[in-house]
C-alpha cells in the first residue's frame, strides 16, 4: 500500500505523467489512501506507444522533494508536480530561490527538518519491561509533520543494542535489537507514564535550571510550546520561570551559585546514570550516548579530554580513538601508565554535524562546557586526585571555568583552592591536524609537557610504581 512519505511511489508517478505530457491543471493531487492507492487521478492522453520521452529532474529538485514530501500539508504534491513539470523546460528553475514555487518548497522543507531536529531532541524515553521481562524504553511523540519513518534509522543507530518503541498519533516504530518493525497509530493514553528515573531527572533538570541566564524567548525557540506536554522537565518550567526572578534576587544577595548548593552526586555511578539522562545543553539532547569517565575511582591523576570523538561514542569509552593511542604513547615514552589513570572529558557527549555517513566533530561552546562542569567537579570530588591533567583549551575551561591561552599557559602547574594541581598541555587531537614540521614541533613541545607531568607526578608522591599498583586493585 502506497504511503503519504513514499518519496518513491510519488516519483514514479509524478514521471509516468509527465512523460505523458500531463499538465500540472489536468492533474488533482491528494493523499494515497482512496481505493486506487495513488497519488494522483488524471486524465492520461491515448497516446500511442512507449518509449516515452526522457523526464529531468536535478538530484537538487529530487533531494528537495524527498524532504517536502514528508509536509502535512496536502497541497505539497500538487506543488512537486508543478515544480517537476517546469523543470523539463527549465532545468536549473531549482537554483532559483526567488521563484515563487521554489521558495514555498524550501520553507517547507525547513519546517520539516526542523520536526526531524525536534523529534530527535525532544523523544523522551521511559523504561517498562516487555513480556519477557526484559526493559524496553517507550516514548511518545506527536510530530509536526510525517517523519517519523524518515526518522527511524537516526534511533536504530542510536539505540541499536536496546529495545524501544516510539509511539505516535500515525504510527508506531518498534526495534527489538534487530529488527524495526512497524505498528499502528496509539493514542497518548497507551504510552507509559512514569519511570523510576524520571524522579531523578526531574530533580536534576530544577537543580540546574539557573534563573540568572533564564532567556524565555531563546528558551521557547529552543523548546516550542507544543513540545512541553510530553516533556516531564517541561511541566516544572512555568513555576521555575515564575520563581525564577525570586531565586536570581537570593543568588545575587549570598553570592552563591545555586548549582553548587545542590547535593553533589554520590558516586561515579550516580554520575553514569545522571550524564546518561543529562539533557540540559543541545550536546545532550543529540541522541548520542553519554560516555563516563573510566579508570582507577581513587587514581592521583586524572586525565580530562574535551568530549568524546565518534569511536569514543560507539565504544562507550573514553579516549580510545585516534588521539587517544596518541595520548597513551606519548604517555607511556614519558612513564605515565595510562591505565592507572582515571581518564574522563569535560563534556559527556558527542558533538558533531553529519556529513554523509560520517559525523564531524564540533568543538563545545563555552557554556555547553560550562554546564558539564557539574559532572566533571562531581567526578574530581570522588576521585579526589592530586594532579589533573588538562588536554586543551575545553578541558581547561572545565576545570578552571575560564578559558586560558594555552600557548602562554601550558606546561606549568595551576593550583586549584581544594590544593588540585592542574597541568595544562595541548590536545593530542591538535598534533593529529598538523603536517611536516609543524607536526614535529607540536609532538616535541607536547612530549615535553607530558615529561613535565611525570615530574610533578614524582613530586607530589605519585610514582609510577603507585599508579601500577591503583591499576592492580581496581
Ligand atoms: N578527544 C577527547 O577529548 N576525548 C576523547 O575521549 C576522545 C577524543
Not at 527549465?90 to 531536529?117: C, F, N, W, Y
Not at 581547561?396 to 594541581?421: C, F, H, K, N, V
Request: glycine share 8%.
Amino acid at each position: 500500500m502506497v504511503q503519504p512519505d513514499d518519496f518513491e511511489a510519488w516519483r514514479d508517478e509524478a514521471r509516468r505523467l509527465v512523460a505523458r505530457g500531463v499538465s500540472p491543471d489536468a492533474t488533482a493531487w491528494g493523499e494515497p489512501d482512496g481505493p486506487a492507492d495513488l497519488f494522483a487521478t488524471a486524465v492520461l492522453p491515448n497516446l500511442p506507444s512507449d518509449p516515452l520521452p526522457q523526464v529531468r529532474a536535478s538530484r537538487a529538485f529530487l533531494d528537495l522533494a524527498r524532504c517536502v514530501i514528508l509536509h502535512r500539508d496536502p497541497t505539497r504534491l500538487s506543488l512537486l508536480y508543478r515544480v517537476l513539470w517546469r523543470l523539463q523546460k527549465h532545468p536549473r528553475l531549482i537554483e532559483d530561490s526567488a521563484d515563487r514555487d521554489v521558495a514555498t518548497l524550501e520553507g517547507m522543507a525547513k519546517q520539516v527538518r526542523r520536526d526531524i531536529h525536534k523529534m530527535r531532541a525532544f523523544v523522551r524515553f521511559r523504561s517498562t519491561p516487555d513480556q519477557d521481562g526484559i526493559e524496553r524504553f517507550v516514548a511518545w511523540f506527536e510530530p509536526e509533520h510525517r517523519i517519523e519513518r524518515a526518522n527511524a534509522d537516526f534511533f536504530v543507530n542510536r539505540f541499536a543494542s536496546q529495545r524501544w518503541s516510539i509511539l505516535t498519533p500515525r504510527l508506531s516504530l518498534h526495534w527489538d535489537g534487530e529488527q524495526l518493525l512497524e505498528g499502528p497509530a496509539v493514542s497518548r493514553g497507551d504510552a507509559p507514564a512514569e519511570d523510576a528515573t524520571e524522579e531523578l531527572w526531574l530533580g536534576y533538570y530544577r537543580s540546574i535550571f539557573n534563573p540568572a541566564r533564564l532567556k524565555v524567548g531563546m528558551m521557547l525557540k529552543e523548546m516550542p510550546r507544543r513540545y512541553w506536554k510530553n516533556l516531564p522537565e517541561a511541566r516544572q518550567i512555568p513555576d521555575l520561570i515564575a520563581g525564577a526572578h525570586k531565586r536570581e534576587a537570593a543568588m545575587i544577595a549570598t553570592g552563591a551559585d545555586l548549582f553548587e548548593r545542590e547535593a553533589k552526586p554520590a558516586s561515579l555511578q550516580a554520575i553514569a546514570g545522571g550524564i546518561a539522562q543529562c539533557r540540559r545543553c543541545a550536546i545532550g539532547c543529540n541522541g548520542t550516548r553519554a560516555v563516563m569517565g573510566e579508570g582507577p575511582p581513587n587514581s592521583d591523576l586524572m586525565i580530562v579530554g574535551e568530549q568524546p570523538g565518534d569511536t569514543e561514542e560507539r565504544e562507550h569509552r573514553p579516549f580510545i580513538g585516534p588521539a587517544g593511542q596518541l595520548l597513551d604513547q606519548i604517555l607511556g615514552e614519558a612513564g605515565v601508565n595510562r591505565a592507572g589513570a582515571y581518564v574522563t572529558n569535560a563534556v559527556k557527549h558527542f558533538k558533531f554535524t553529519p556529513r554523509g555517513k560520517r559525523r564531524l566533530h564540533q568543538p563545545p561552546t563555552a557554556g555547553e562546557i560550562d554546564i558539564c562542569r557539574w559532572w566533571l567537579d562531581g567526578e574530581r570530588a570522588l576521585v579526589k586526585p592530586k594532579v589533573v591533567l588538562a588536554l586543551g583549551a575545553s578541558s581547561a575551561r572545565g576545570l578552571l571555568g575560564r578559558t586560558p591561552a594555552i600557548g602562554r599557559e601550558r606546561g606549568q602547574a595551576i593550583r586549584l583552592s581544594d590544593g588540585t594541581l592542574i597541568w595544562l598541555t595541548a590536545h593530542p587531537s591538535y598534533l593529529l591536524r598538523l603536517d611536516g614540521d609543524a607536526r614535529t614541533r607540536e609532538h616535541a613541545r607536547f612530549a615535553q609537557d607530558i615529561a613535565g607531568l611525570a615530574q610533578i607526578l614524582a613530586a607530589n608522591g605519585v610514582s609510577q610504581m603507585q599508579l601500577q599498583r591503583e591499576m592492580r586493585v581496581n
